[in-house]
């Protein structure tokens, strides 16, 4: 099954594997038809952007969208898995477990568990891992490895390029949609950490990254352990000198970095009468230019509601309709809760974790070393290898039947 797999990347709609294992206990009994069934009953009830569907909760929709067998099987997923398992989200897990034959039908039509779905469902190292090859996992691990912390848009040209490469996905749409899924999959088995927007591979992760199908981990685990280790040291010395600074300098450093995110006529404002702003910036959304205020803190305590307070109320002043906060500190709960205060103006709160890594991205305060590593191809030449094989058929079967006659 997965060991003659040489087409890479071939699940669009990529699937949590606790999904997979919650159904591969449930769908055995129920014919594959069933559940195409029940998965075009549900695709058809799409509704539209003005009068969208809501299916947030299975256990009052399934009864009134529902009737008869399919209504049966929907309750079987929702009930059985748990309520973990949305009956209308169960066609990527469903393409899935046909593509791998972890399920089987039949003369009947009626779905077997396979051996290597028993594998699959038991979290068989061999049999996950072929298919996390197959599907590009350890690249995406690869990938994030040397970046991490990053955002998923930092990751997109070379999951873009390894997609274009290994599979028939090309939109960037689908390309995105194939980076999300994979990451939650990952973030689920605890081979990536989600901060926020923010993804960090773990120490699982490298180890992960580094292993084959074949053989345990070998120098590569090292090479991306040092790149994180050495990240990490680099990261916490930039908190370091940031401590250091002046509060004027640290002003600068913002002005930097606003500039760098493309916001316009940054200014540092004068050391008093700016009621309490430190940094005043246009910034252009769509054909709206807005004028936006920032106060910096560089303090590593805690800020509360009346820092908050104070800024919003110094926005008329400077003509601005929003405002952000920067700390090397944290951010008291009620200072947050205020910051998105209905009908009240926005105030952006950028803490001493959020600030790092909006530095990395920019390259405020440091520089990236760009780091190639090199790998055989193997599937290069499996492909290769395959490619022969049906050559030499090819040929043996131009011979001619009559020689072959006594």
């Known amino acids: 099954m997965v060991e003659e797999a040489l087409v890479r990347v071939r699940t669009p709609f990529f699937p949590l594997y ?11 009994g129920f014919t594959k038809e069933a559940v195409l ?42 009930q059985s898995s748990g309520k973990q398992v949305n009956p209308r989200y169960v066609y990527g897990s469903y393409l899935f477990i ?63 390029q390894y997609l274009k490469e290994r599979s028939r996905v090309g939109t960037a749409s689908a390309i995105k949609e194939a980076l999300w899924r994979r990451l939650r999959n990952l973030v689920e088995r605890g081979l990536i950490a989600r901060n926020g927007n923010s993804y960090a591979i773990t120490d699982e992760g490298l180890k992960y990254a580094a292993t084959t199908a074949t053989e345990q981990e070998d120098p590569k685990a090292a090479t991306l352990r040092a790149i994180k280790d050495f990240n990490a040291q ?34 540092v404002t004068k050391q008093s009468g700016d009621k ?31 820092v908050l307070d104070q800024l919003r109320g110094a926005l008329p002043y400077h003509g601005a309709i929003r405002g952000s906060i920067i700390t090397l500190g944290k951010f008291a709960k009620g200072c947050k809760d205020a910051a998105i205060y209905p009908g009240a103006a926005p105030i952006t709160l950028i803490d001493g974790d959020k600030l790092i890594e909006l530095l990395v991205k920019h390259e405020i305060g440091l520089v990236k070393r760009r780091v190639d590593l090199i790998e055989v191809d193997m599937t290069f030449f499996n492909e290769r290898r395959e ?20």
């Open 18 to 28: 606790s999904e997979v294992r919650a159904l591969l206990k449930i769908w055995p």
């Open 234 to 267: 680099q990261t916490q010395q930039l908190r370091d000198q940031l401590s250091r600074m002046g509060s004027y300098q640290f002003e600068k450093l913002v002005r930097d970095l606003l500039e760098a995110m493309d916001y316009e006529d940054v200014v």
């Open 37 to 78: 069934t029940l998965i075009n009953a549900l695709q058809d009830q799409r509704g539209t952007p003005q009068n969208p569907v809501d299916w947030t909760e299975p256990d009052t929709w399934i009864k009134e969208r529902l009737s008869d067998e399919n209504e049966a099987l929907a309750e079987r997923i929702w």
């Open 387 to 406: 490619i022969g094989v049906e050559a030499s058929e090819e040929n043996e079967l131009t011979v001619d039947p009559s020689a072959l006659i006594d």
């Open 276 to 306: 309490g702003v430190d940094v005043v910036a246009k910034y252009q959304y769509g054909i709206t230019e807005i004028t936006e205020v920032v106060q910096v803190k560089r303090q590593q305590a805690s800020l509360n509601r009346p």
């Open 98 to 160: 046909n593509s791998y034959d972890l399920l089987v039908t039949d003369v009947h039509g009626i779905y077997h568990l396979t051996q290597s779905g028993e594998g699959f469902l038991n979290n068989e190292e061999s049999i996950v891992r072929a298919i996390d090859e197959i599907e590009g996992l350890p690249q995406l691990l690869s990938i994030l490895a040397p970046k991490s912390p990053v955002k998923r848009s930092d990751l997109l040209d070379e999951w873009g």
